[in-house]
């Protein structure tokens, strides 16, 4: 049987597809990828950054979760996890965001490796962007990688991430607070 070949998406006729869409896709090299859903550990990881990050920021800051898109180029877009952004033109536009200060993804199995190195990769192009967290589901544990040289400092429970947008310094403890137990810890 002969392979199907697709021909590449642009940004526009992607997001045409995907406001109709019964499941979500991301949209890779001009390609839609459907998402496969999470787990409860990971929906209350990024509750509990979401939370965290909100009661921090700016007033003129907003912060979303999981289904909002992220335009990278012409050819690219993701959803991440978590994004913090303070841009007017962010907040005009109800469909997607291009200029966010913060981005995260919570760690799964099946992520390790995009999360790690082409996420990475893609989002730190962003000329917006000052950080990029990645959160792990198995211990507290949060990877945050900062501009401009995108180095990786490792934040455990008793720690805090001193981002420079928020108003005081962002508890690991906090954000994994509804998670500890069922990861083994006493609270």
């Known amino acids: ?9 642009g940004f526009e006729d992607y997001l045409a597809l995907e406001t109709s869409a019964d499941v979500r896709h991301e949209l890779v090299d001009g390609l839609m990828r459907a998402m496969v859903g999470g787990t409860d550990r990971h929906n209350e990881l990024v509750f509990g950054l979401r939370s965290a990050l909100r009661s921090r920021c700016n007033p003129n800051c907003r912060v979303y979760s999981e289904s909002v898109k992220l335009k ?6 993701r959803y991440p996890d978590v994004i913090l952004t303070c841009s007017e033109a962010d907040h005009e536009q109800p469909l997607y965001k291009t200029e966010p200060m913060l981005l995260a993804e919570v760690l799964s199995d099946s992520s390790v ?30 990877e945050c990688y900062s501009a401009p040289d995108w180095q990786c400092r490792i934040f455990g429970l008793d720690s805090q991430l001193p981002l420079s947008m928020l108003t005081s310094e962002l508890p690991v403890q906090e954000i994994y607070q509804d998670v500890l137990i069922s990861m083994g810890f006493s609270i």
Do not use: C, G
Request: hydrophobic share 25%; net charge positive.
């Open 72 to 77: 990278l180029n012409d050819s690219n877009s």
């Open 113 to 142: 490796q995009t999360d790690r190195v082409t996420k990475l990769n893609e989002y730190r192009q962003l000329p917006s962007l000052a950080y990029y967290l990645i959160l792990s589901q198995e211990t507290p544990r949060i």
């Open 1 to 9: 049987m002969p392979e199907t070949k697709h021909r590449p998406l």
